[in-house]
Protein backbone atom coordinates (compact mmCIF):
# COMPACT_ATOMS: atom_id res chain seq x y z
CA UNK A 1 0.00 0.00 0.00
CA UNK A 2 1.01 3.44 -1.06
CA UNK A 3 0.94 6.07 1.68
CA UNK A 4 0.51 9.85 0.97
CA UNK A 5 3.64 11.12 1.87
CA UNK A 6 5.03 7.80 -0.37
CA UNK A 7 3.12 9.03 -3.09
CA UNK A 8 4.41 12.42 -3.36
CA UNK A 9 7.66 11.48 -3.20
CA UNK A 10 7.32 9.25 -5.99
CA UNK A 11 5.32 11.96 -8.21
CA UNK A 12 8.40 14.29 -7.11
CA UNK A 13 11.10 11.90 -8.11
CA UNK A 14 9.24 11.15 -11.20
CA UNK A 15 8.74 15.19 -12.07
CA UNK A 16 12.14 15.86 -10.86
CA UNK A 17 13.51 12.98 -13.50
CA UNK A 18 11.53 14.34 -16.16
CA UNK A 19 13.02 17.96 -15.82
CA UNK A 20 16.78 16.95 -15.56
CA UNK A 21 16.44 15.36 -18.59
CA UNK A 22 15.14 18.41 -20.35
CA UNK A 23 17.72 20.41 -18.56
CA UNK A 24 20.16 17.89 -19.87
CA UNK A 25 18.89 18.79 -23.42
CA UNK A 26 19.57 22.02 -23.25
CA UNK A 27 23.21 22.13 -21.85
CA UNK A 28 23.81 19.24 -24.60
CA UNK A 29 22.49 21.61 -27.10
CA UNK A 30 24.42 24.67 -26.09
CA UNK A 31 27.97 22.42 -26.61
CA UNK A 32 27.44 20.56 -28.85
CA UNK A 33 24.76 21.78 -30.90
CA UNK A 34 23.10 18.21 -31.13
CA UNK A 35 26.05 16.33 -31.73
CA UNK A 36 27.87 13.46 -30.25
CA UNK A 37 29.84 12.86 -27.50
CA UNK A 38 28.24 14.82 -24.28
CA UNK A 39 27.47 11.52 -22.62
CA UNK A 40 27.04 10.61 -18.61
CA UNK A 41 30.43 12.16 -18.13
CA UNK A 42 30.58 15.48 -20.02
CA UNK A 43 26.57 15.52 -17.65
CA UNK A 44 29.05 14.68 -14.24
CA UNK A 45 31.29 17.06 -14.86
CA UNK A 46 29.01 20.09 -15.94
CA UNK A 47 27.22 19.65 -12.77
CA UNK A 48 29.94 20.05 -10.54
CA UNK A 49 30.49 23.02 -8.57
CA UNK A 50 33.04 25.15 -10.21
CA UNK A 51 35.45 25.12 -7.18
CA UNK A 52 35.27 21.71 -8.01
CA UNK A 53 36.29 22.01 -11.88
CA UNK A 54 32.61 21.87 -13.01
CA UNK A 55 29.97 24.44 -15.17
CA UNK A 56 28.17 24.73 -11.68
CA UNK A 57 25.09 23.49 -13.52
CA UNK A 58 23.51 21.52 -10.56
CA UNK A 59 21.35 18.80 -10.95
CA UNK A 60 17.67 19.36 -9.43
CA UNK A 61 17.34 15.33 -8.65
CA UNK A 62 20.98 15.11 -7.00
CA UNK A 63 20.59 18.08 -4.97
CA UNK A 64 16.90 18.20 -4.11
CA UNK A 65 16.69 16.09 -0.42
CA UNK A 66 19.85 18.15 0.79
CA UNK A 67 18.17 21.64 -0.04
CA UNK A 68 15.24 20.08 1.59
CA UNK A 69 17.11 19.83 4.88
CA UNK A 70 19.44 22.67 4.72
CA UNK A 71 16.86 24.78 4.40
CA UNK A 72 14.76 22.91 7.41
CA UNK A 73 18.07 23.46 9.01
CA UNK A 74 18.73 27.26 8.42
CA UNK A 75 15.73 28.22 9.10
CA UNK A 76 14.75 26.37 12.64
CA UNK A 77 14.85 29.74 14.78
CA UNK A 78 11.97 31.23 12.80
CA UNK A 79 9.86 28.05 12.83
CA UNK A 80 10.49 28.17 16.75
CA UNK A 81 8.95 31.73 16.39
CA UNK A 82 6.08 30.71 14.19
CA UNK A 83 4.93 27.23 15.80
CA UNK A 84 5.83 27.12 19.55
CA UNK A 85 2.61 27.47 20.43
CA UNK A 86 0.43 25.16 17.64
CA UNK A 87 1.59 22.19 18.93
CA UNK A 88 3.22 20.91 15.53
CA UNK A 89 6.09 18.04 15.97
CA UNK A 90 9.52 19.75 14.62
CA UNK A 91 10.26 16.60 13.04
CA UNK A 92 7.64 15.84 10.48
CA UNK A 93 7.64 12.77 8.68
CA UNK A 94 9.34 14.28 5.20
CA UNK A 95 12.02 15.49 6.99
CA UNK A 96 12.70 12.57 8.88
CA UNK A 97 12.76 10.53 5.58
CA UNK A 98 15.11 12.84 4.32
CA UNK A 99 17.67 12.45 7.28
CA UNK A 100 17.53 9.08 6.51
CA UNK A 101 18.51 9.35 3.18
CA UNK A 102 21.52 11.55 3.68
CA UNK A 103 22.62 9.09 6.28
CA UNK A 104 22.13 6.52 3.62
CA UNK A 105 24.10 8.21 0.99
CA UNK A 106 26.76 9.97 2.87
CA UNK A 107 27.52 7.06 5.38
CA UNK A 108 31.04 9.21 6.60
CA UNK A 109 29.42 12.41 7.68
CA UNK A 110 27.49 13.18 10.67
CA UNK A 111 23.90 14.08 9.72
CA UNK A 112 22.47 13.77 13.60
CA UNK A 113 23.34 17.21 14.39
CA UNK A 114 20.50 18.29 11.66
CA UNK A 115 17.81 16.70 13.74
CA UNK A 116 18.13 19.71 16.17
CA UNK A 117 18.08 23.56 16.28
CA UNK A 118 20.93 23.08 19.32
CA UNK A 119 23.13 21.20 17.25
CA UNK A 120 22.04 22.08 13.72
CA UNK A 121 26.08 23.65 11.83
CA UNK A 122 25.66 27.23 11.79
CA UNK A 123 26.19 27.03 7.44
CA UNK A 124 24.02 24.15 7.05
CA UNK A 125 23.85 24.57 3.10
CA UNK A 126 27.39 24.92 3.19
CA UNK A 127 28.48 22.48 5.15
CA UNK A 128 25.72 19.99 3.20
CA UNK A 129 27.27 20.90 -0.08
CA UNK A 130 30.79 20.29 0.58
CA UNK A 131 29.98 16.60 1.90
CA UNK A 132 27.32 15.47 -1.08
CA UNK A 133 29.94 17.15 -3.99
CA UNK A 134 32.81 16.28 -2.38
CA UNK A 135 31.82 12.94 -1.86
CA UNK A 136 30.47 12.61 -6.18
CA UNK A 137 34.11 14.12 -6.91
CA UNK A 138 35.75 12.01 -5.15
CA UNK A 139 33.71 8.57 -6.69
CA UNK A 140 34.56 9.95 -10.22
CA UNK A 141 37.44 7.51 -10.34
CA UNK A 142 34.82 4.21 -9.79
CA UNK A 143 31.92 5.99 -11.88
CA UNK A 144 33.89 6.37 -14.80
CA UNK A 145 37.05 4.68 -16.51
CA UNK A 146 39.24 7.77 -16.47
CA UNK A 147 41.75 8.26 -18.91
CA UNK A 148 45.21 9.90 -17.63
CA UNK A 149 44.87 12.69 -19.50
CA UNK A 150 41.08 13.36 -18.47
CA UNK A 151 42.13 13.10 -14.63
CA UNK A 152 44.66 16.00 -15.37
CA UNK A 153 42.78 18.12 -16.99
CA UNK A 154 39.79 17.43 -14.16
CA UNK A 155 42.88 18.21 -11.60
CA UNK A 156 43.44 21.50 -13.83
CA UNK A 157 40.02 22.63 -13.62
CA UNK A 158 40.06 22.39 -9.73
CA UNK A 159 43.13 24.89 -9.51
CA UNK A 160 42.29 28.64 -8.42
CA UNK A 161 40.60 30.61 -10.62
CA UNK A 162 40.07 28.21 -13.77
CA UNK A 163 36.52 28.42 -14.05
CA UNK A 164 36.56 32.41 -13.55
CA UNK A 165 35.57 32.42 -16.91
CA UNK A 166 31.73 31.51 -15.71
CA UNK A 167 31.44 34.16 -13.63
CA UNK A 168 32.92 37.75 -16.01
CA UNK A 169 30.29 40.31 -16.55
CA UNK A 170 30.66 40.49 -20.64
CA UNK A 171 31.49 44.23 -21.34
CA UNK A 172 32.20 44.55 -25.13
CA UNK A 173 34.04 47.86 -24.67
CA UNK A 174 36.81 46.69 -22.50
CA UNK A 175 37.25 43.15 -24.58
CA UNK A 176 35.38 41.37 -21.89
CA UNK A 177 33.82 39.15 -24.29
CA UNK A 178 33.39 36.17 -26.43
CA UNK A 179 32.09 34.97 -29.72
CA UNK A 180 29.41 31.80 -29.25
CA UNK A 181 32.21 29.49 -31.00
CA UNK A 182 34.98 30.65 -28.63
CA UNK A 183 32.28 30.01 -25.93
CA UNK A 184 31.44 26.56 -26.93
CA UNK A 185 35.08 25.78 -27.30
CA UNK A 186 35.92 26.29 -24.53
CA UNK A 187 33.12 24.31 -23.11
CA UNK A 188 34.07 21.68 -25.24
CA UNK A 189 37.70 21.78 -24.06
CA UNK A 190 37.03 21.63 -20.00
CA UNK A 191 33.74 19.06 -20.59
CA UNK A 192 37.03 17.07 -22.62
CA UNK A 193 34.84 16.38 -25.94
CA UNK A 194 36.76 16.15 -29.17
CA UNK A 195 36.93 19.21 -31.68
CA UNK A 196 39.14 17.82 -34.28
CA UNK A 197 39.09 14.55 -36.36
CA UNK A 198 42.56 13.14 -35.87
CA UNK A 199 45.24 13.96 -37.31
CA UNK A 200 43.96 16.97 -39.04
CA UNK A 201 46.27 19.73 -40.42
CA UNK A 202 46.53 22.82 -38.54
CA UNK A 203 44.53 25.28 -40.33
CA UNK A 204 46.41 28.37 -39.30
CA UNK A 205 50.04 27.34 -39.50
CA UNK A 206 49.04 24.76 -42.30
CA UNK A 207 52.18 22.28 -41.00
CA UNK A 208 51.35 20.68 -37.63
CA UNK A 209 48.52 17.39 -37.57
CA UNK A 210 45.96 18.82 -34.91
CA UNK A 211 45.22 16.70 -32.08
CA UNK A 212 42.01 16.30 -31.12
CA UNK A 213 40.92 17.85 -27.92
CA UNK A 214 43.23 21.48 -29.47
CA UNK A 215 46.29 21.08 -27.56
CA UNK A 216 48.17 22.35 -31.07
CA UNK A 217 46.52 25.75 -30.51
CA UNK A 218 48.38 26.45 -27.27
CA UNK A 219 51.79 26.15 -29.02
CA UNK A 220 50.63 27.08 -32.78
CA UNK A 221 53.26 29.66 -33.63
CA UNK A 222 50.88 31.40 -36.01
CA UNK A 223 48.58 32.54 -34.01
CA UNK A 224 49.48 36.36 -32.58
CA UNK A 225 49.03 35.26 -28.49
CA UNK A 226 51.77 32.78 -29.10
CA UNK A 227 54.48 35.52 -29.64
CA UNK A 228 53.35 37.32 -26.75
CA UNK A 229 53.10 35.18 -24.18
CA UNK A 230 56.91 34.17 -25.40
CA UNK A 231 57.52 37.62 -24.63
CA UNK A 232 55.94 37.61 -21.71
CA UNK A 233 58.01 34.72 -19.89
CA UNK A 234 61.11 36.11 -21.04
CA UNK A 235 60.79 39.35 -19.92
CA UNK A 236 59.64 38.18 -16.59
CA UNK A 237 62.41 35.66 -16.63
CA UNK A 238 64.91 38.62 -16.90
CA UNK A 239 63.20 40.40 -14.37
CA UNK A 240 63.61 37.97 -11.81
CA UNK A 241 67.43 37.52 -12.85
CA UNK A 242 68.46 41.63 -12.55
CA UNK A 243 66.61 41.34 -9.34
CA UNK A 244 68.75 38.36 -8.01
CA UNK A 245 71.96 40.27 -9.51
CA UNK A 246 72.82 38.27 -12.17
CA UNK A 247 73.29 40.25 -15.58
CA UNK A 248 71.63 38.36 -18.37
CA UNK A 249 70.64 39.88 -21.44
CA UNK A 250 67.73 39.54 -24.29
CA UNK A 251 67.66 38.86 -27.51
CA UNK A 252 71.75 38.03 -27.39
CA UNK A 253 73.35 36.76 -30.53
CA UNK A 254 75.00 34.04 -30.04
CA UNK A 255 78.09 34.28 -32.87
CA UNK A 256 80.84 33.65 -30.71
CA UNK A 257 79.49 29.72 -30.46
CA UNK A 258 80.38 29.49 -34.10
CA UNK A 259 83.30 28.63 -35.03
CA UNK A 260 84.57 31.44 -37.67
CA UNK A 261 86.41 29.09 -40.07
CA UNK A 262 82.46 27.79 -40.97
CA UNK A 263 81.92 31.82 -41.93
CA UNK A 264 78.14 33.31 -40.79
CA UNK A 265 76.36 31.76 -37.72
CA UNK A 266 72.94 30.06 -38.93
CA UNK A 267 72.15 30.31 -35.24
CA UNK A 268 69.12 32.33 -33.65
CA UNK A 269 69.64 34.68 -31.30
CA UNK A 270 69.10 33.45 -27.40
CA UNK A 271 66.32 34.57 -25.42
CA UNK A 272 68.36 35.46 -22.78
CA UNK A 273 72.22 34.73 -22.09
CA UNK A 274 72.99 34.73 -18.83
CA UNK A 275 76.34 35.70 -18.27
CA UNK A 276 78.79 33.79 -15.90
CA UNK A 277 75.72 31.19 -14.86
CA UNK A 278 77.78 28.00 -13.99
CA UNK A 279 81.37 27.64 -13.75
CA UNK A 280 82.19 30.90 -15.32
CA UNK A 281 80.35 29.55 -18.33
CA UNK A 282 77.45 31.71 -19.97
CA UNK A 283 74.07 29.99 -20.21
CA UNK A 284 71.91 30.08 -23.47
CA UNK A 285 67.89 30.22 -22.78
CA UNK A 286 65.71 29.48 -25.26
CA UNK A 287 61.80 29.84 -24.28
CA UNK A 288 58.88 28.11 -26.12
CA UNK A 289 55.35 27.68 -25.45
CA UNK A 290 53.59 23.83 -25.46
CA UNK A 291 50.50 22.07 -23.67
CA UNK A 292 51.70 19.91 -20.71
CA UNK A 293 49.24 18.12 -22.16
CA UNK A 294 50.20 17.45 -25.66
CA UNK A 295 51.95 14.19 -24.31
CA UNK A 296 48.80 12.75 -23.19
CA UNK A 297 46.43 10.55 -25.43
CA UNK A 298 43.33 7.90 -24.63
CA UNK A 299 46.15 5.31 -24.99
CA UNK A 300 47.92 6.79 -21.90
CA UNK A 301 51.00 8.88 -21.72
CA UNK A 302 54.13 8.85 -24.09
CA UNK A 303 56.82 10.30 -22.96
CA UNK A 304 58.86 13.06 -24.60
CA UNK A 305 55.74 14.46 -26.90
CA UNK A 306 55.46 18.08 -25.01
CA UNK A 307 59.14 18.68 -25.83
CA UNK A 308 59.00 17.44 -29.52
CA UNK A 309 55.88 19.51 -29.93
CA UNK A 310 58.24 22.69 -29.04
CA UNK A 311 60.63 22.20 -31.63
Known amino acids: MVTGNQTGLITGNAFQVWKEIDYRNCIEDIVVCGGSYFGDLQWRLASLPMRLGGLGLLSAREVGVYAFVASRAQSYVLQDHILRNSGVVKLDVDYQHALEYLSVSLPDFDIGGFSNMDTAPPKPQKTLANALFDKIAQSLGETFDLSQRQKAVIECLKGPHAQDFLTVIPIEGLGQCMSAVEYRAILKYRLMIPMYPEDETCPICRKACMDKYGEHAVHCKELPGFKYRHDWVRDVLGDILR ?69
Open 243 to 311: RAGISAKKEAPVNFLTDPMEGRSTLRPADLLVFGWAGGKHACVDLTGVSPLAGLRESGFVAGQAIRKAE
